[in-house]
């Protein structure tokens, strides 16, 4: 079946604006997640959902980062007033339940350039 | 603090060669260690996870609670395994915290 999907692959963007990164996680999955992968970094954590509600914002950088998610499924990530060390991949995963026991799914991720 | 270190940022082998490719974590609680794989222009993906005790692609890994180590082990290295490995501990609310990462070259 199709796996996790996230667009647009590549977003090329001035500093100062706003970007929309869109999730779309496995049809049934009810945990879906955002990772930031930054040049000479590992994969850092962002936000974690459980349905709609989101119990661990800690990984969000800044209060220009949020994210939502509705109806259970897709998921966006809004970067406002972008800064060119937002500059980075961000992943999404998706997986059907919580714990360890549950493997995390990965989209392809969303290149931000920030120029 | 929850933190995954991967000290070595390439690895360089030849083909038929033993890899052993390092980690280590720092968690306060009882760990749940993974390792995940990202080959050239794929998605990153699971490759073994030490609750299952699996051998993956003749991968291994054992978790050592004393050292706090999670390393990754082949006793003969293919071509097809050059990639990225990122080791990844399981944080106290599902989050994955991963390590630095470390890219894998196997010569022929």
């Known amino acids: 079946g199709a796996g996790v999907s996230q667009s647009p692959s590549n977003k090329v963007t001035e500093k100062g604006k706003d970007v929309e990164l869109r999730c779309d996680p496995i049809s049934g999955h009810t945990a879906l997640y955002w990772y930031r992968q930054s040049l000479g970094q590992g994969l850092e954590f962002l936000i974690y959902f459980q349905g709609n509600s989101a119990p661990d914002k800690s990984g969000l950088p800044s209060d220009r980062f949020s994210a939502e998610r509705t109806g259970g499924s897709v998921s966006t990530l809004t970067i406002q007033r972008t800064q060119q060390e937002d500059s980075a991949v961000y992943l999404c995963a998706s997986s059907t339940g919580t714990g360890g026991y549950y493997e995390q799914y990965f989209g392809p991720g969303t290149r931000l350039t920030v120029t | 603090a929850q933190r995954v270190t991967q000290p070595e940022k390439l690895l360089s082998v030849f083909k038929g060669a033993p890899v052993e490719l390092k980690c280590n974590y720092s968690?306060?609680?009882?760990?749940?260690l993974f390792w995940y794989v990202q080959y050239s222009r794929q998605r990153l993906q699971l490759l073994l996870r030490?609750?299952s005790r699996e051998s993956i692609k003749g991968f291994t890994a054992d978790l050592n609670k004393g050292e706090t180590s999670f390393h990754l082990k082949k006793p003969f290295a293919q071509e097809e395994d050059s990639a990225m490995y990122y080791c990844?501990?399981?944080?106290?609310?599902?989050?994955?915290?991963f390590g630095t990462g470390t890219r894998l070259q196997v010569f022929p």
């Open positions: 990844a501990l399981r944080g106290n609310t599902d989050k994955l915290i």
């Open positions: 030490h609750i």
């Open positions: 968690y306060s609680g009882s760990p749940e």
